[in-house]
């Protein structure tokens, strides 16, 4: 059934494509600069059972949590954000591999992000590992039998896929090319107050801009200390902060090691 590992890499040939699923674990940081800008020619979803993911997709950008299926249309392109220690499903399949391929869910060029009830997701879970384990035995009509009965539990996409300031903050945030700046500047950039954009930001992602700021300040460092060119100074300073005992006091509070010890772990392997 051709399974797609990584599901980004679209190097291999997928026109015999049918269905393809994998149990993932993410600890720790996850590099995602090299992940590319991509589009599959069918459907995607993940859900997680710990952890976030966030991707931007088409011009929106989607965090998926710990509960939440995130379903992603064929031919639509999304690039990968930022990983925080998710564990869960990826899944890809070709409309077909259903029984049924009039579930609405499937017919709106629009990602669908759902919140699974608390009493569904022991249920979900057991569903996914039986999917996993008839990909692994090739068992067709099971996979087919199982994928419509987890489809049919997905709601039609909502026509309103988050507040688009919220969208436009998180895209500014992860945008590489621009040091992380602080939260006045991405409000004045969005023509609205800090606190305006705060409550907006909370409200759609849990988390407030701030923490959003010091989480893409914090995937940038332990990026470019990986890469062992630039001082210590020099990572602090691209990432925004130009005190560098600072820089040192704000990534050992997250990580438990100041930056030189990380770099020091980092080329030991």
């Not at 979900?124 to 590992?129: A, M, V």
């Not at 049919?152 to 969208?167: K, M, Q």
Request: with cysteine; charged share 20%.
């Amino acid at each position: 059934m051709t399974e797609i590992e990584p599901y980004w890499n679209t190097a291999q040939n997928l026109s015999q494509f049918l269905f393809s699923i994998r149990k993932v674990e993410r600890r720790g940081y996850v590099d995602v600069s090299d992940i590319p800008l991509t589009t599959l020619p069918f459907f995607a979803f993940a859900y997680l059972t710990e952890g976030e993911i966030l991707m931007e997709i088409g011009e929106t950008a989607y965090l998926c949590k710990a509960g939440q299926i995130l379903l992603i249309p064929a031919r639509i392109p999304f690039h990968i954000l930022y990983f925080k220690g998710n564990t869960g499903f990826e899944c890809g399949f070709s409309i077909t591999a259903l029984k049924d391929p009039s579930y609405a869910c499937l017919h709106n060029q629009q990602p669908l992000l759902q919140t699974l009830p608390e009493e569904d997701i022991p249920f979900t879970t057991l569903l996914l590992e039986e999917l996993m384990s008839a990909f692994k035995q090739d068992r067709r009509k099971v996979i087919a039998s199982a994928l419509d009965l987890f489809l049919s539990r997905l709601e039609a996409p909502d026509s309103t896929p988050g507040n688009p300031i919220v969208n436009r903050f998180l895209e500014l945030v992860f945008d590489r090319n621009q040091k992380p700046g602080k939260v006045i500047t991405y409000a004045d950039a969005l023509c609205i107050t800090p606190n305006y954009l705060n409550r907006l930001v909370r409200n759609q992602t849990g988390h407030s801009a701030m923490e959003w700021i010091e989480i893409s300040r914090l995937n940038l460092a332990k990026l470019l200390l990986r890469q062992n060119q630039l001082q210590i100074a020099e990572v602090a300073a691209a990432t925004g902060i130009d005190d560098q005992s600072y820089f040192t006091r704000f990534f050992k509070k997250s990580e438990g090691c100041t930056p030189s010890q990380y770099r020091e772990k980092v080329l030991q392997g």
